[in-house]
């Protein structure tokens, strides 16, 4: 049976069914997530190995290459990267997009194994981390001290952090500085020359006096006895009188050092609005809710502190909640608008306030029957989800329109209410489904996508191909039956008529019909016109920008500094402090202010990536909320800028701090140029020259390179022959040299069920020159004493800083910001820059980061249109049953993208992946009035009317619903495209597109289709209409 006639001769069963889907869908709505974006999985795993004392180039060869070809065998890998640095080697493996993570974390874990063997012995097991949306910190927080801080750290350690981590949905609390207990062991080097004692031989000693041993058991009459050995050291004394040597006389560890419980040295600061403190950066678990996590963080924080002493405080420095929230709230408010708009547009065309009310019941059910896809599918309220749904606003209205307006013209003529409904409805449903499906399956081919386009837009597609579907059975089946007990019939004309013509539409009718006589009288001088104006249109593409995505005002800004190389990490927090006082004096709209500087250790370290050294750091800056304030992140960059860039020395990096773009695009630069090939000294005067030829490019910004070859190295070059003959070799002689010099910590210190570090080195005063270097004591195997000087030369030289590497071969990357022009056009200027300079020999060059994505992304929306609008000329085709009458209805396409990039132009709107997904919209919905038109002139035709004159007919017949249905499009839409609130970056330019194109498409459909029609009507009319049509 037919839905229309089921609805009206069934209106209870009706009226329970969509009764129940609201009441499901209701519920579901509020079980439904909210989230800034949808949750996906990036298909990229990390290999980190700590390996200490060893220099970039060493951890390049020694551990970076043997990973980086284990793990090039496992299946599906996309790219291996890799950063060779001081101690640290991190390898990037990126996958296909849609493998299962944890199977490939396995083939990965089961070559690290295999490649365990070929790793220095030294070096630390590699550890393996994946990357996902939860590492965007859920919140920062700092916690400060005034008598508690020399306990500050294990208080943070056990009170705070294990505290946030026994919190539903929080995966780790990592913590950023504070002082870091350890026992200090400091040899002093004369001592151990004159004992004949080697640093190593103390480390050994240490490490068999600290340890437990099990000796099994003893049983004896009824009861059994178990047998160990306590040795652990109970109390830092203990370490002091443990035996190094008694021949010729004992020898203890307290007559060559100075054993002492302290702080390690310290190689990183953190300051929060210029107090000394921690920070603690929470992170949660894959799938948890960001906003559901932040409060439950925020609710256990009154019961943490309480748990502190007094003088101990803990505050949330950075909510990324709240960003979220105030986006969801913004992007919900304007759906709510949008369909209060849409309303007084129906109203304002039906003048009939039961009519518009029976329209408008499609918007709430069509909607509530999303939020139950939504829940059923996992979905969460999201920038994606929520922006879906103020697209589809103005849409779902559409199909209730054309039937209602049908419908009506049957109760015109006084038909019964209940013909009039299944009449009305049954003719058009056929036009109604082909409208829907033209839009629906234009989106197809996005679910279908991967990548990037997937993550951001598949959702979309998804969520507005079911609202859409909703709207259509709820067309199809509510509004016939809505009407038929609603609406009553009318003699025609009569004032009681159940739709009254106000009569400003009765003029603008009477001026259409007018201008399209005209038009048509004048088609071929009308065609010209067309083709002028397409042919005109080609000169936009080099007033819009290309970008690839909007950036986010979050309210953050990062500003990275770095100063000469080898500059000391005290002397780096002198230069962070002047970046902080131009900040508090140029920012009234600073809330937090956070400085850090100097290099970070542990997993912090690792991630931090190449610039992660004592002579870096970096100022972060948090805003008050967007509508609080009048200028935006980039207008408060460009203020500081020229002060900050005054600071002599000093190399500065703005980032707006965007942290979901910098994740699924160049890890926060808008421009990377990587430059491949194996010589470094080579590639860094190629990379100077390219840096500075690309200052002159405009927009292009805070140009760094990620490699330094000016970090200074002591080499101790050992003489082999010297060294062989009083029995050392290079391995002995490193070792010894990293024992003093850089400490070795593997002894542990236990305390309180705390373990700490017991650092084993030369004192301060005999390693802080580098003459110390030289008179490093070397014990031989006969006992006899050497210097270091004797075996070993040391050289002034300069290394790099780091090394990294693309599918196992060396680059150099040239990263920069962008301002005030599209990333596309950046990219073509700069290409001519890069071109202009040759190229050394066995070097290449390519585009990374944002513009690598930016491309890969346009490809992939370009093959998915181009299979759309294939789709939609089959769905034209079928409803037509012709081959030529969909090319007629495409002929607004093209002006639908000339309307799109004319407002993207008037607004400062860049054309990105977020205003191409517009253009395919547009190319669904553009068609369905055309679809409306041409169905109607075509019945015309078929009722034997000459055809100018049935061209005059159905555009004025259907310039109502074609007018109605646009403008609920579009006011629906307006609110999300004039929004200027948090999140309305990336939305704006997806409304304004749709906007303007729709405008331009539905003049050119109700002006100029029918011409196209009347020049092609010989190949669209049957032929035994040919001589009627041109005898009129």
Request: aromatic share 8%.
């Given at each position: 049976m037919n839905l229309s006639v089921f609805g009206v001769k069934w209106p209870v069963t009706t009226s329970m069914i969509f009764l129940a889907a609201i009441l499901l869908g209701a519920f579901a709505w509020t079980q439904l997530g909210v989230d800034l974006m949808p949750d996906f999985e990036i298909p990229v795993v990390s290999i980190i190995t700590t390996y200490s004392g060893c220099g970039p180039q060493e951890m390049e060869t020694s551990v970076t290459e043997p990973i980086e070809e284990s793990v090039s065998t496992v299946e599906n890998v996309d790219e291996i990267t890799s950063t060779s640095l001081e101690g640290i080697s991190m390898v990037t493996v990126k996958f296909d997009w849609g493998v299962d993570l944890a199977d490939v974390t396995n083939d990965i874990r089961d070559k690290l194994d295999l490649v365990a063997r070929r790793l220095p012995d030294n070096a630390d097991k590699p550890y393996i981390f994946k990357f996902n949306t939860s590492m965007i910190p859920v919140c920062m927080m700092s916690v400060s001290a005034e008598e508690s801080w020399d306990k500050l750290d294990k208080i943070t350690d056990r009170k705070i952090i294990d505290a946030l981590k026994r919190i539903n949905g929080v995966a780790t609390a990592i913590q950023i500085g504070g002082d870091k207990r350890g026992v200090l062991v400091d040899l002093d080097r004369e001592r151990l020359q004159a004992t004949g004692i080697t640093g190593n031989q103390i480390v050994n000693a240490l490490y068999r006096q600290n340890i437990d041993n099990p000796g099994g058991t003893i049983k004896q009459g009824q009861f059994e006895y178990l047998c160990r050995t306590p040795g652990k050291f109970t109390h830092v004394d203990d370490l002091k009188s443990v035996v190094l040597a008694t021949k010729p006389g004992v020898v203890r560890l307290g007559d060559v050092a100075e054993v002492r419980d302290g702080y390690l040295e310290k190689s990183t600061e953190f300051f929060i609005n210029g107090k000394r403190g921690i920070g603690i950066m929470v992170q949660k678990q894959s799938g948890a809710n960001t906003v559901t996590v932040a409060d439950r963080v925020k609710k256990a924080l009154p019961a943490i502190q309480a748990d502190l002493p007094p003088d101990v405080k803990v505050e949330?420095?950075?909510?990324?909640?709240?960003?979220?929230?105030?986006?969801i709230k913004n992007l919900t408010n304007a759906v709510l608008l949008g369909g209060i708009a849409v309303f007084f547009v129906i109203f304002f065309f039906l003048r009939d306030i039961r009519g518009s009310l029976v329209v408008c019941t499609t918007i709430p059910t069509s909607l509530i029957l999303t939020f139950l896809?939504?829940?059923?599918?996992?979905?969460?309220?999201?920038?994606?989800?929520?922006?879906?749904?103020?697209?589809?606003?103005?849409?779902?209205?559409?199909?209730?329109?054309?039937?209602?307006?049908?419908?009506?013209?049957y109760l015109e003529r006084g038909v019964s209410s209940r013909e009039s409904a299944i009449s009305g409805a049954v003719e058009m449903g056929t036009s109604v489904m082909a409208s829907t499906m033209t839009t629906i399956v234009i989106f197809l081919p996005i679910i279908f996508t991967t990548g990037i386009t997937n993550i951001m837009f598949g959702q979309l597609a998804m969520i507005i191909t079911m609202a859409l579907s909703a709207s259509l059975i709820s067309a199809l089946m509510l509004t016939p039956m809505l009407c038929s007990r609603l609406l009553k019939p009318a003699a025609v004309g009569s004032s009681g008529a159940i739709?009254?013509?106000?009569?400003?539409?009765?003029?603008?009718?009477?001026?259409?019909?007018?201008?399209?006589?005209?038009?048509?009288?004048?088609?071929?001088?009308?065609?010209?016109?067309?083709?002028?104006?397409?042919?005109?249109?080609?000169g936009l593409m080099k007033l819009v920008g290309i970008d690839y995505m909007p950036v986010q005002d979050q309210g953050r800004i990062t500003i990275k500094y770095e100063l000469p190389v080898g500059t000391r990490f005290e002397v780096t927090g002198d230069f962070g402090r002047k970046i902080e006082a131009i900040v508090k004096e140029r920012v009234p709209e600073l809330k937090t202010l956070v400085l850090r500087y100097g290099k970070a250790t542990g997993q912090g370290g690792a991630m931090s990536g190449s610039r992660n050294f004592s002579y870096t750091g970096q100022v972060s800056i948090a805003l008050v909320p967007k509508d609080q304030r009048q200028r935006g992140v980039k207008e408060i960059i460009e203020d500081i800028r020229p002060e900050i860039e005054k600071i002599p020395g000093i190399i500065v990096n703005f980032d707006s701090g965007d942290p979901m773009a910098n994740m699924m695009g160049g890890g926060g630069a808008g421009f990377t140029l990587n430059l491949y090939g194996y010589d470094l000294k080579t590639g860094m005067e190629w990379a100077n020259q390219l840096k500075q030829a690309l200052v002159n490019v405009p927009g292009l910004k805070d140009l760094e390179i990620n490699q330094d070859l000016a970090q200074p190295e002591l080499q101790v070059v050992v003489?082999?022959?010297?060294?062989?003959?009083?029995?050392?070799?290079?391995s002995d002689i490193g070792s010894t040299i990293e024992t003093y010099i850089s400490g070795n910590s593997t002894v542990k210190y236990q305390e309180g069920g705390d373990e700490y570090d017991v650092v084993v080195r030369l004192r301060p005063e005999d390693r802080d020159k580098i003459t110390d270097l030289s008179q490093i004591p070397l014990i031989s195997p006969t006992g006899q004493v050497v210097r270091l000087e004797n075996v070993a030369e040391i050289k002034n030289e300069f290394g790099p800083t780091s090394v990294s590497r693309s599918e196992q071969e060396r680059y150099i990357q040239i990263t920069g910001q962008i301002y005030g022009r599209g990333s596309g056009d950046i990219s073509a200027d700069a290409a001519k820059v890069v071109d202009s300079i040759p190229v050394p020999p066995g070097f290449t060059w390519?585009?990374?980061?944002?513009?690598?994505q930016r491309q890969e992304s346009f490809v992939v929306l370009f093959q998915a249109a181009l299979l759309g609008c294939i789709l939609v000329y089959m769905v034209m085709a079928s409803q037509f049953e012709s081959l030529l009458a969909p090319?007629?209805?495409?002929?607004?396409?093209?002006?639908?993208?000339?309307?799109?990039?004319?407002?993207?132009?008037?607004?400062?709107?860049?054309v990105s992946i977020v205003s191409l997904?517009?253009?395919?919209?547009?190319?669904?919905?553009v068609v369905n009035n055309g679809i409306v038109l041409i169905s109607y002139i075509n019945t015309l035709i078929r009722r034997k009317i000459p055809l100018n004159e049935a061209l005059l007919m159905a555009g004025k017949s259907r310039l109502r619903p074609i007018l109605s249905t646009t403008a609920t499009t579009i006011l629906g839409m307006m609110p999300m495209a004039l929004s200027t609130g948090e999140g309305s970056e990336v939305w704006v330019p997806m409304g304004m597109s749709v906007i303007g194109g729709l405008l331009v498409s539905t003049l050119?459909?109700?002006?100029?289709?029918?011409?196209?029609?009347?020049?092609?009507?010989?190949?669209?009319?049957?032929?035994?209409?040919?001589?009627?049509?041109?005898?009129?």
């Amino acid at each position: 049976m037919n839905l229309s006639v089921f609805g009206v001769k069934w209106p209870v069963t009706t009226s329970m069914i969509f009764l129940a889907a609201i009441l499901l869908g209701a519920f579901a709505w509020t079980q439904l997530g909210v989230d800034l974006m949808p949750d996906f999985e990036i298909p990229v795993v990390s290999i980190i190995t700590t390996y200490s004392g060893c220099g970039p180039q060493e951890m390049e060869t020694s551990v970076t290459e043997p990973i980086e070809e284990s793990v090039s065998t496992v299946e599906n890998v996309d790219e291996i990267t890799s950063t060779s640095l001081e101690g640290i080697s991190m390898v990037t493996v990126k996958f296909d997009w849609g493998v299962d993570l944890a199977d490939v974390t396995n083939d990965i874990r089961d070559k690290l194994d295999l490649v365990a063997r070929r790793l220095p012995d030294n070096a630390d097991k590699p550890y393996i981390f994946k990357f996902n949306t939860s590492m965007i910190p859920v919140c920062m927080m700092s916690v400060s001290a005034e008598e508690s801080w020399d306990k500050l750290d294990k208080i943070t350690d056990r009170k705070i952090i294990d505290a946030l981590k026994r919190i539903n949905g929080v995966a780790t609390a990592i913590q950023i500085g504070g002082d870091k207990r350890g026992v200090l062991v400091d040899l002093d080097r004369e001592r151990l020359q004159a004992t004949g004692i080697t640093g190593n031989q103390i480390v050994n000693a240490l490490y068999r006096q600290n340890i437990d041993n099990p000796g099994g058991t003893i049983k004896q009459g009824q009861f059994e006895y178990l047998c160990r050995t306590p040795g652990k050291f109970t109390h830092v004394d203990d370490l002091k009188s443990v035996v190094l040597a008694t021949k010729p006389g004992v020898v203890r560890l307290g007559d060559v050092a100075e054993v002492r419980d302290g702080y390690l040295e310290k190689s990183t600061e953190f300051f929060i609005n210029g107090k000394r403190g921690i920070g603690i950066m929470v992170q949660k678990q894959s799938g948890a809710n960001t906003v559901t996590v932040a409060d439950r963080v925020k609710k256990a924080l009154p019961a943490i502190q309480a748990d502190l002493p007094p003088d101990v405080k803990v505050e949330i420095i950075m909510d990324t909640s709240d960003f979220i929230k105030s986006t969801i709230k913004n992007l919900t408010n304007a759906v709510l608008l949008g369909g209060i708009a849409v309303f007084f547009v129906i109203f304002f065309f039906l003048r009939d306030i039961r009519g518009s009310l029976v329209v408008c019941t499609t918007i709430p059910t069509s909607l509530i029957l999303t939020f139950l896809f939504m829940y059923i599918a996992g979905y969460t309220l999201n920038q994606i989800s929520l922006s879906s749904l103020a697209i589809a606003i103005g849409m779902v209205v559409d199909n209730a329109i054309v039937i209602l307006d049908n419908i009506k013209r049957y109760l015109e003529r006084g038909v019964s209410s209940r013909e009039s409904a299944i009449s009305g409805a049954v003719e058009m449903g056929t036009s109604v489904m082909a409208s829907t499906m033209t839009t629906i399956v234009i989106f197809l081919p996005i679910i279908f996508t991967t990548g990037i386009t997937n993550i951001m837009f598949g959702q979309l597609a998804m969520i507005i191909t079911m609202a859409l579907s909703a709207s259509l059975i709820s067309a199809l089946m509510l509004t016939p039956m809505l009407c038929s007990r609603l609406l009553k019939p009318a003699a025609v004309g009569s004032s009681g008529a159940i739709i009254a013509k106000p009569g400003f539409l009765d003029r603008v009718e009477g001026v259409y019909e007018k201008l399209l006589k005209r038009i048509i009288a004048n088609r071929w001088k009308a065609v010209g016109g067309l083709i002028v104006i397409f042919v005109l249109s080609f000169g936009l593409m080099k007033l819009v920008g290309i970008d690839y995505m909007p950036v986010q005002d979050q309210g953050r800004i990062t500003i990275k500094y770095e100063l000469p190389v080898g500059t000391r990490f005290e002397v780096t927090g002198d230069f962070g402090r002047k970046i902080e006082a131009i900040v508090k004096e140029r920012v009234p709209e600073l809330k937090t202010l956070v400085l850090r500087y100097g290099k970070a250790t542990g997993q912090g370290g690792a991630m931090s990536g190449s610039r992660n050294f004592s002579y870096t750091g970096q100022v972060s800056i948090a805003l008050v909320p967007k509508d609080q304030r009048q200028r935006g992140v980039k207008e408060i960059i460009e203020d500081i800028r020229p002060e900050i860039e005054k600071i002599p020395g000093i190399i500065v990096n703005f980032d707006s701090g965007d942290p979901m773009a910098n994740m699924m695009g160049g890890g926060g630069a808008g421009f990377t140029l990587n430059l491949y090939g194996y010589d470094l000294k080579t590639g860094m005067e190629w990379a100077n020259q390219l840096k500075q030829a690309l200052v002159n490019v405009p927009g292009l910004k805070d140009l760094e390179i990620n490699q330094d070859l000016a970090q200074p190295e002591l080499q101790v070059v050992v003489d082999r022959e010297k060294a062989s003959t009083l029995g050392f070799n290079v391995s002995d002689i490193g070792s010894t040299i990293e024992t003093y010099i850089s400490g070795n910590s593997t002894v542990k210190y236990q305390e309180g069920g705390d373990e700490y570090d017991v650092v084993v080195r030369l004192r301060p005063e005999d390693r802080d020159k580098i003459t110390d270097l030289s008179q490093i004591p070397l014990i031989s195997p006969t006992g006899q004493v050497v210097r270091l000087e004797n075996v070993a030369e040391i050289k002034n030289e300069f290394g790099p800083t780091s090394v990294s590497r693309s599918e196992q071969e060396r680059y150099i990357q040239i990263t920069g910001q962008i301002y005030g022009r599209g990333s596309g056009d950046i990219s073509a200027d700069a290409a001519k820059v890069v071109d202009s300079i040759p190229v050394p020999p066995g070097f290449t060059w390519r585009f990374a980061g944002n513009e690598e994505q930016r491309q890969e992304s346009f490809v992939v929306l370009f093959q998915a249109a181009l299979l759309g609008c294939i789709l939609v000329y089959m769905v034209m085709a079928s409803q037509f049953e012709s081959l030529l009458a969909p090319f007629i209805i495409a002929f607004s396409i093209p002006f639908g993208f000339i309307g799109a990039m004319l407002l993207l132009i008037l607004v400062g709107s860049r054309v990105s992946i977020v205003s191409l997904l517009a253009f395919l919209i547009l190319i669904g919905i553009v068609v369905n009035n055309g679809i409306v038109l041409i169905s109607y002139i075509n019945t015309l035709i078929r009722r034997k009317i000459p055809l100018n004159e049935a061209l005059l007919m159905a555009g004025k017949s259907r310039l109502r619903p074609i007018l109605s249905t646009t403008a609920t499009t579009i006011l629906g839409m307006m609110p999300m495209a004039l929004s200027t609130g948090e999140g309305s970056e990336v939305w704006v330019p997806m409304g304004m597109s749709v906007i303007g194109g729709l405008l331009v498409s539905t003049l050119m459909t109700l002006f100029l289709m029918p011409v196209i029609y009347s020049l092609f009507s010989r190949w669209l009319v049957p032929a035994r209409q040919i001589s009627r049509l041109e005898a009129n």
